[in-house]
């Protein structure tokens, strides 16, 4: 009988599994063939996987490692991000990018978050191609963003169904002290109804000048709801306080008697001169549903939240209320950080279900609430 011909063994399909540090050489060897600048480093590598809060991912084909695909969590969010994503360049065009892409997705997702978000070059058409496939849509850009200055055109796909957020074009701007996050917020929430305010430091340091409660937990003292709410009016906006117990607010976060006096002084002189000009307080802190009303009505809230959901840290910050869903808020953050892997893409129209901004939206152990709502004077444009 005639001897039938062997057929040859299909290859194996690719193998999508955990990146490990045994990883790290290949992938920086990726890494130096796949792009000429913004290339991760051996050291971020190594970082993003024994520290950071990420899905880290590698695709092996044919028995080696062919790329990779790194996707950022963002504790107490309901955001992730793809931070960066790559394949061996003699390995394209065999579906494996597409491949990393839905596997990074899919962990996301079992991670709870409900969005993806990226950035490309407004230039790379066939990237961004891909990525409209893939159910992404453009939302944003961002201006210098590449080591070429560079823009980046922000993407974004909803990786459980629901309706497309309500957002407000709020500009951002990064805090660049560490006590600086209220004159931050005010300068983004001011810039959004008048487009024509310039946002440099040398406003940010003067709004926290007029604001600061000069003492806190430890170091600079940050700003207070009265403070903010002076300096915005100072400027022509109408702001409103809103706060549960203003008696307590920030007392708490510091042991000296004496910095506790002066922080009463601080607040009860600014009080006075907030009642002086006819600035509206209201003793009660704002519902998640009565700060997503104020931006119904086109105003502008900045809330204080507490960052221990966000950061692990005990500490009071300021963020800017940018849209909501029937699911989400959304919001500015002014703290970016490369070292925590934070650029501003990963601090803008921050996603985060309704109760769990509830929760996070109260400070001390008083669970105190403390809001100022900006908006236009009746009749201005």
């Not at 230039?123 to 496939?133: Q, S």
């Not at 957002?167 to 917020?185: K, N, S, V």
């Not at 005010?186 to 024509?196: H, P, S, Y």
């Not at 086109?298 to 500490?315: D, F, H, N």
Request: charged share 30%; with cysteine; hydrophobic share 40%.
């Amino acid at each position: 009988m005639p001897q039938t011909a062997k057929l040859a063994a299909p290859p194996p399909a690719p193998l999508i599994r955990n990146a490990r540090l045994a990883d790290v050489p290949v992938l920086t060897e990726i890494e130096a063939r796949s792009f000429d600048d913004d290339r991760l480093s051996r050291r971020s590598f190594q970082h993003l996987l024994t520290r950071g809060h990420a899905v880290n991912l590698v695709v092996e084909s044919a028995g080696r490692v062919a790329g990779y695909a790194i996707v950022l969590l963002h504790k107490g969010t309901s955001l992730a991000r793809l931070y960066s994503i790559a394949v061996d360049p003699d390995l394209r065009g065999r579906g494996l990018g597409a491949k990393l892409l839905a596997e990074s997705e899919r962990r996301a997702a079992a991670e709870g978050r409900a969005f993806m978000r990226l950035e490309v070059r407004p230039d790379n058409a066939a990237a961004i191609a891909r990525y409209r496939d893939a159910g992404y849509r453009e939302f944003g850009l961002l201006s210098d963003y590449y080591a070429d200055h560079s823009e980046a055109l922000r993407m974004e796909k909803p990786l459980t169904l629901g309706e497309a957020p309500s957002l407000r074009q709020i500009p951002f701007y990064p805090q660049t002290l560490d006590f600086t996050c209220g004159p931050a917020c005010l300068m983004m929430a001011m810039k959004a109804l008048d487009g024509g305010l310039r946002l440099d430091r040398r406003l940010e340091l003067r709004l926290w000048r007029e604001a600061t409660t000069i003492f806190m937990s430890a170091g600079h003292g940050g700003c207070g709801p009265y403070g903010l709410a002076l300096a915005a009016q100072r400027r022509g906006f109408d702001a409103e306080v809103h706060v549960d117990d203003d008696d307590a607010l920030f007392v708490d976060s510091v042991r000296s008697a004496e910095k506790k006096a002066v922080i009463r002084l601080v607040r009860d002189d600014y009080r006075d001169e907030a009642k002086r000009v006819g600035i509206h307080v209201t003793k009660r802190g704002l519902s998640v549903d009565a700060l997503v009303r104020h931006l119904k009505r086109g105003a502008v809230p900045v809330v204080l939240i507490s960052c221990y959901r966000l950061t692990g840290e005990k500490v009071p910050h300021w963020v800017v209320m940018t849209g909501y869903d029937r699911r989400f808020v959304y919001f500015n953050d002014p703290f970016t950080s490369e070292k925590r892997f934070r650029r501003p893409a990963d601090c803008m129209n921050i996603p985060v279900a309704r109760a769990d901004f509830g929760k996070m939206a109260r400070w001390g152990s008083a669970r105190l609430r403390a809001a100022i709502v900006l908006s236009k004077p009746q009749g201005a444009a």
